[in-house]
């Protein structure tokens, strides 16, 4: 029997440095300024942009801002820097790296995770994880977000398998969206017992 093991990237493979800050700190490079209402705006135009699966949502969030507030800087030239910002503040652990390798003997493996496809090729190639997955399905390809069923579907068929399995961090999206999708879903914890040890003797 074949398994397909999914991974969320966001708050699961990937996690915040304790210190990231990205946007604040786009807004204090380029602008040498920072005020809350900008961040506010922000992370109301982008969600809402996100949610309903605008092209660059960052970009056109950014333009919104710079508009509202008559800022001075160019979206495109923020974008870039955000970008890099989000990059460069988040992080792999060496128990995910190692879980990934011993999965992948007897799993196949794959990513399934809501954003813009881009992006989500852009993260994985930033910490060298692209050789490690069978398959990437990113929300925005399927035209809904998780727990939507439509990204699992597109997962099913981009990695055909016995069982589905997906670990994620997210309850709404990652567990209840996972199994109500037939997946068996595994949701990941930062705290307690080492979570990868965990999951390796799981599955």
């Not at 604040?24 to 209402?37: G, I, S």
Request: charged letters at 30%.
């Amino acid at each position: 029997m074949t398994t397909a093991i999914f991974f969320e990237l966001d708050g699961t493979l990937l996690q915040r440095t304790a210190d990231s800050r990205p946007l604040r700190t786009v807004f204090e490079t380029e602008l040498d300024a920072v005020e809350q209402a900008w961040l506010d705006h922000y992370d109301e135009q982008v969600e809402t942009y996100f949610g309903d699966l605008v092209d660059n949502p960052r970009e056109r969030a950014l333009a919104d801002v710079c508009e509202a507030f008559d800022l001075d800087a160019d979206p495109t030239r923020l974008t870039a820097t955000l970008t890099e910002e989000l990059l460069a503040t988040t992080t792999v652990s060496d128990d995910a790296r190692t879980s990934l390798r011993k999965l992948a003997a007897n799993n196949d493996l794959g990513v399934l995770t809501d954003g813009p496809r881009d992006w989500v090729d852009r993260q994985l190639a930033h910490h060298d994880l692209t050789e490690q997955f069978d398959a990437v399905v990113a929300s925005y390809e399927a035209g809904t977000h998780k727990p939507d069923g439509a990204p699992f579907e597109l997962a099913r068929e981009r990695l055909p398998a016995d069982e589905y399995v997906l670990v994620g961090d997210d309850y709404e999206r990652d567990v209840e969206g996972a199994r109500a999708a037939g997946f068996v879903p595994v949701r990941f914890e930062r705290e307690g017992p080492d979570f990868w040890q965990t999951l390796n003797a799981l599955v």
